[in-house]
């Protein structure tokens, strides 16, 4: 089993609509994770970090669920502009090194 | 702050030739990891440094690839020699492992082709 994993989808989404996914994980000791958004030709970029069971930054939500092992992202009223990858990031049995899943694919639509 | 600064940009090799990938990470940060993307191996962990010193290299592919990180604002990692399948984005990302942690910074990338 990978140490992350998440569905490559792509999800569409219409403009203004919610859409969430999730990253599973299999390091149960894991204590901190995190998403980062990825476009086109571009660098991963740090979008929100999770230390405990969530965290809200305006229209994106994170949740983790230590019991089944996974945490969620949710974007709420989406914009053409979170069309992106989203690359779920959760450390490694090693101290100082995480784990990079493949990423969701979002592609929001007009 | 300038942010995590790699160097080239882009660049196209021959087969068989040596290629040297710059970094030079934020200033005050103490982690420096390399990683390499494809479409096929998402993002590849290559090797990391703590301090300068490497610690965890288990993931550079073979002996063709050398990572050195002589100073705490300077990194290379060198392929010699190239190969086509050493095209990939290369990304090198730091951060500060001393007090709470915030994630990796990524540089820009240098997007390398061998022909």
């Known amino acids: 089993r990978k140490e992350v994993e998440q569905d490559p989808g792509p999800f569409n989404v219409p403009e203004g609509a919610t859409v969430a996914f999730n990253c599973t994980y299999s390091?149960?000791?894991?204590?901190?994770f995190f998403w980062y958004r990825q476009d086109c030709r571009k660098e991963p970029k740090l979008l929100m970090s999770?230390?405990?069971s969530g965290n809200e930054d305006g229209r994106f939500t994170a949740q983790l669920n230590r019991a089944s092992q996974y945490i969620s992202l949710l974007i709420r009223d989406s914009k053409l502009s979170d069309s992106a990858t989203y690359l779920c990031v959760a450390p490694t049995d090693s101290w100082g090194k995480f784990q990079f899943g493949a990423g969701t694919q979002v592609v929001v639509t007009p | 702050d300038a942010g995590v600064i790699q160097s080239p940009r882009h660049e196209v090799t021959e087969m068989g030739q040596e290629v040297t990938l710059r970094c030079k990470p934020i200033?005050?940060?103490?982690?420096l990891f390399w990683y390499r993307q494809t479409m096929m191996r998402g993002l590849e962990l290559l090797i990391y440094f703590n301090n300068n010193v490497p610690i965890d290299d288990s993931g550079m592919p073979e002996d063709r690839f050398s990572a050195k990180m002589p100073n705490a604002s300077f990194s290379t990692l060198k392929i010699q020699p190239s190969e086509p399948r050493d095209s990939a984005v290369y990304f090198c990302a730091s951060t500060n492992t001393q007090g709470p942690f915030y994630g990796y910074t990524f540089g820009s990338g240098t997007r390398l082709t061998v022909v």
């Open positions: 200033s005050g940060h103490n982690s």
């Open positions: 999770v230390y405990s």
């Open positions: 390091n149960s000791a894991s204590q901190s």
